[in-house]
């Protein structure tokens, strides 16, 4: 199974700044995707980053607030954009291996002031 | 919006019991995922069935499937207290697509 790292794991923010997250997968991987988990809930899907071209972005969530990129197929960031205290999740990329399991990394927990 | 239905929302149990757990689904569905969530932390795949599935075994888990009623159940036997944690159930129309995750079981094994 893919082995996926996440920077931060975890950090405190002010409200009106932006944090972008890094994924890092140790093996190249077709398909990556965003989630969001908020406080005492599920996982929601953000966006489908695609590399090559723009992320695919889910329904309530837009390319202004959440920008992604993925310029390989071992990489990709996240950007929270002006954030406010809504924002405060845990945020977790996954990788689909070409078996349809998909593996989750980490997580960053963000908390914004 | 969330695709699945879980319950019981929590269960609290001893150890050596079994935890049973269910997962409903609206649409229909390439496979079916089971997560476990320790303490906020990140998922750990446990099962995936697909939809031609009816049952897999892994461990002391065992996973069923009943397409005809959208629903997936979760045993695990024997428990444990490292076992405390939340599942979650996730479903996927197509391959490499997308999960849509069910609300969550939050289970406890006190020893």
């Known amino acids: 199974s893919a082995v996926i790292s996440q920077k931060p794991s975890r950090d405190i923010c002010q409200r009106g700044t932006s944090l972008t997250i890094q994924c890092q997968v140790d093996?190249?991987?077709?398909?990556m995707f965003w989630y969001r988990q908020q406080p005492g809930q599920s996982l929601t899907l953000i966006a489908t980053?695609?590399?090559?071209?723009?992320?695919?972005?889910e329904s309530g969530f837009v390319i202004d607030k959440f920008p992604i990129s993925r310029p390989n197929l071992t990489f990709s960031t996240l950007t929270v954009s002006n954030m406010s205290p809504e924002d405060s999740s845990i945020y977790l990329c996954s990788v689909a291996d070409g078996t349809d399991t998909q593996y989750f990394g980490p997580g960053t927990r963000l908390t914004v002031l | 919006s969330q695709q699945g239905e879980e319950d019981p929302q929590a269960l609290s149990i001893q150890e050596g019991e079994n935890a049973t757990m269910n997962c409903s689904y609206k649409?229909?569905?390439?496979?079916l995922q089971w997560y476990r969530q320790n303490s906020g932390r990140g998922l750990v795949h446990l099962i995936l069935i697909r939809s031609n599935e009816r049952e897999k075994h892994s461990g002391r888990l065992r996973v069923t499937l009943d397409t005809s009623k959208k629903s997936s159940s979760l045993l695990i036997t024997a428990s444990r207290a490292a076992d405390t944690a939340s599942y979650f159930c996730a479903t996927a129309t197509d391959s490499w697509g997308k999960l849509q995750f069910g609300a969550g079981t939050q289970v406890v094994v006190t020893p």
């Open positions: 980053a695609n590399q090559g071209s723009e992320a695919t972005y």
């Open positions: 649409t229909s569905i390439n496979n």
């Open positions: 093996s190249q991987v077709t398909m």
